[in-house]
């Protein structure tokens, strides 16, 4: 029988304490290490949702934030999903061996039928489709030709938010640059046209 390899991923509460998680680690980004803003997610999602090993479900050894950073992977923000986990209305399965008409076979071996099977396989880039510009993006894989953290400023005010493979925080810093940067050209033609 094949590896029963545990679904890893790591799960967040989407507030803590009534503030979005995402702008928190934001905030506390500014101030703090990487590492320490990830063991602080890490403790408070413990907290609140206890092990989520027992379901299933395991974490993996990089931090929320620092994986997210290095891989692109962005952690689970819980809507309510781990409840049914817990109470068993939405069961966790191991991956997927082969699909068979109207059934799915797991690696463990275990066959359940499903009137419908969906997969979220990520996202994909076809902004060269419609866009003819190939001197900022990529003809290969629609994503900007500079790596981050400098893919947000193309040629002739064109600029690319979200590229970046890197979920909500690397969209939030592209934003920034983005309006630091056009704030310096207003000023910069509001000096020109003073002088």
């Known amino acids: 029988m094949e590896n029963q390899q545990p679904v890893v991923v790591h799960i967040l ?13 934001i905030w506390l980004l500014k101030w703090f290490p990487m590492r320490l803003v990830d063991n602080f997610l890490l403790l408070v999602s413990r907290l609140m949702f206890g092990d ?15 994986l997210k950073s290095m891989t692109g992977k962005t952690p689970v923000l819980d809507i ?5 986990i817990k109470t068993g209305h939405i069961k966790v399965c191991r991956a997927i061996k082969q699909l068979k008409h109207q059934a799915v076979e797991f690696i463990d071996g275990k ?3 499903f009137d419908a099977v969906i ?28 790596p981050f953290p400098n893919g947000w400023k193309g040629e002739c005010g064109l ?6 493979q890197r979920g909500l925080l690397g969209a939030s810093l592209d934003a920034r640059r983005i309006a630091e940067d056009i704030e310096h050209s207003w000023k910069a033609e509001a000096t020109h046209f003073m002088a």
């Open 52 to 66: 989520t090993a027992q379901f299933g479900i395991n974490r993996p050894e990089r931090g929320p934030l620092e």
């Open 13 to 25: 509460p989407q507030e803590i304490l009534g503030i979005s998680t995402f702008g928190l680690s």
């Open 119 to 146: 997969f979220a396989t990520g996202y994909k880039s076809n902004v060269t489709s419609w866009l003819k510009e190939t001197s900022m993006f990529s003809e290969k894989n629609g994503l900007p030709r500079k």
């Open 159 to 164: 600029y690319a938010v979200g590229f970046t």
């Open 80 to 84: 309510g999903t781990l409840a049914k």
């Open 111 to 113: 066959v359940e039928n």
